[in-house]
T-cell receptor
Framework: EDQVTQSPEALRLQEGESSSLNCSYT??????LFWYRQDPGKGPEFLFT???AGEEKEKERLKATLTKKESFLHITAPKPEDSATYLC?????????FGTGTRLQVFP | DAMVIQNPRYQVTQFGKPVTLSCSQT?????MYWYQQKSSQAPKLLFH???????NEADTPDNFQSRRPNTSFCFLDIRSPGLGDAAMYLC?????????????FGPGTRLTVL
């Protein structure tokens, strides 16, 4: 069964303390891996799409990387406004399958 | 700005009383999706429309139905809401049904069932 697992479930960081979020997946035929940010009570906001192992994408303090088994979302020098739930999703041959997310809190 | 709009943002209904949630989009995308997301859980796909072609997920309860009268609008009807249907309902769109296409989400409708 296709599955997406994100870790840790929750992460507390001090402002400026860099870290990484993990998304591991098992899917029969990866067609794309997506990262979304979701603020409380809002819909997911698209961040990145990665299609092949070795691919990397960056946006401000965020950098996403992809291997054959997992993806990392690296957060460099986070700020309090980066606090949110980060969702990972993979597209198999049929649909988008989401993980349950990592809830990130960044304290000043 | 092109976007996905959901109304209302918050909906309260009574057990068993039909409710309709609305989604509209200005992206002119062909595909519209409805997801259900319960607290601290992953979004779960209920169904999607590719143009006028309706596609239901196998495990979506019969209590949930959808209508897409035109390209811009899509509705989620819950015929007889139960307490277990309380959740955030997310509408999303993508340009095509290509499996590499990005899905863009609306702000969601939080449904409360009393």
């Amino acid at each position: 069964e296709d599955q997406v697992t994100q870790s840790p479930e929750a992460l507390r960081l001090q402002e400026g303390e860099s870290s990484s979020l993990n998304c591991s997946y098992t899917v029969s035929g990866l067609r794309g891996l997506f990262w979304y940010r979701q603020d409380p009570g809002k819909g997911p906001e698209f961040l990145f799409t990665l299609y092949s192992a070795g691919e990397e994408k960056e946006k401000e303090r965020l950098k996403a990387t992809l291997t054959k088994k997992e993806s990392f979302l690296h957060i460099t020098a986070p700020k309090p406004e980066d606090s949110a739930t980060y969702l990972c999703a993979v597209h198999n041959t049929d649909k988008l399958i989401f993980g349950t997310g990592t809830r990130l809190q960044v304290f000043p | 700005d092109a976007m996905v709009i959901q109304n209302p943002r918050y909906q309260v209904t009574q057990f068993g009383k039909p409710v309709t949630l609305s989604c509209s989009q200005t992206l002119n995308h062909n595909v519209m999706y409805w997801y259900q997301q319960k607290s601290s859980q992953a979004p779960k796909l209920l169904f999607h429309y590719y143009d006028k072609d309706f596609n239901n997920e196998a495990d979506t309860p019969d209590n949930f139905q959808s209508r897409r009268p035109n390209t811009s609008f899509c509705f989620l009807d819950i015929r007889s809401p139960g307490l277990g249907d309380a959740a955030m309902y997310l509408c999303a769109t993508s340009a095509e049904r290509l499996i590499t296409d990005t899905q863009y989400f609306g702000p969601g409708t939080r449904l409360t069932v009393l």
